[in-house]
């Protein structure tokens, strides 16, 4: 059975940092592309960064480029999430999420969410 | 960036109703679209991809249809687990992007 889990989340103040963990069960992270998606207070969902299947690429929404690195352990089956500068804005549930087997070949959908970490960023 | 737009957003029905929810792109993303169910506290569950493909283990009162520009959700006959937010997300382009959501609420 495939499982995600999240640590990390927590409260810090307007340009700190924090990194996520995402723990993967039931299958090895280099099977599929994985991706962080977030979902701020009340709000809709949206994507933060990927990475693909082999580790070589990443990808960022400009929102966080050049703030938040996306990486990956395979030994020990972990997904992270490097985030600095953090703002008031970053503020969310951060979900770990697997992409799906039937992805358009530029962009996927996620079939395996983990249950949320929450970020607060707030003096 | 491509734009999804779901309507309405939001929808009060009893169980037992047929519900539509309709999502739109701001261009063409062919069926590259699936629907998630989002429980208060939870986080969402992949219901339909590629416009209109069931996921394992979804009801089949669930159903998706659609390509282009146009889509749509069906739950043929509402049940109480599926008091919910829906969303639509595109995966025809980088990055993929998701609608707004329709709160489904009990009449």
């Known amino acids: 059975e495939v499982q995600l889990v999240e640590s990390g989340g927590g409260l810090v103040q307007p340009g700190g940092s924090l990194r996520l963990s995402c723990s993967a069960s039931g299958f090895t992270l280099n099977a599929d592309p994985m991706h962080w998606v977030r979902q701020g207070p009340g709000k809709g969902l949206e994507y933060v960064s990927a990475?693909?299947?082999?580790?070589?690429?990443?990808y960022y929404a400009d929102s966080v480029k050049g703030r938040f690195t996306i990486s990956r352990d395979i030994s020990k089956n972990t997904l992270y999430l490097q985030m600095s500068s953090l703002r008031d804005e970053d503020t969310a549930v951060y979900y770990c999420?697997?992409?799906?087997?039937?992805?358009?070949?530029?962009?996927?959908?996620?079939?395996?969410w983990g249950q949320g970490t929450l970020v607060t960023v707030s003096s | 960036d491509i734009q999804m737009t779901q309507s309405p957003s939001t929808l009060s029905a009893s169980v037992g109703d047929r519900v539509t929810i309709t999502c739109r792109a701001s261009q063409s993303i062919s069926s590259w679209l699936a629907w998630y169910q989002q429980k208060p506290g939870k986080a969402p569950k992949l219901l339909i991809y590629r416009a209109s493909s069931l996921e394992s283990g979804v009801p089949s009162r669930f159903s998706g249809s659609g390509s282009g520009t146009e889509f749509t959700l069906t739950i043929s006959s509402l049940q109480p687990d599926d008091f919910a937010t829906y969303y639509c997300?595109?995966?025809?382009?980088?990055?993929?992007?998701f609608g707004q959501g329709t709160k489904v609420e009990i009449k």
């Open positions: 997300q595109q995966y025809n382009s980088y990055p993929g992007t």
């Open positions: 990475i693909s299947r082999n580790g070589g690429t990443t």
């Open positions: 999420v697997k992409e799906g087997p039937h992805g358009s070949g530029s962009f996927g959908y996620y079939d395996y």
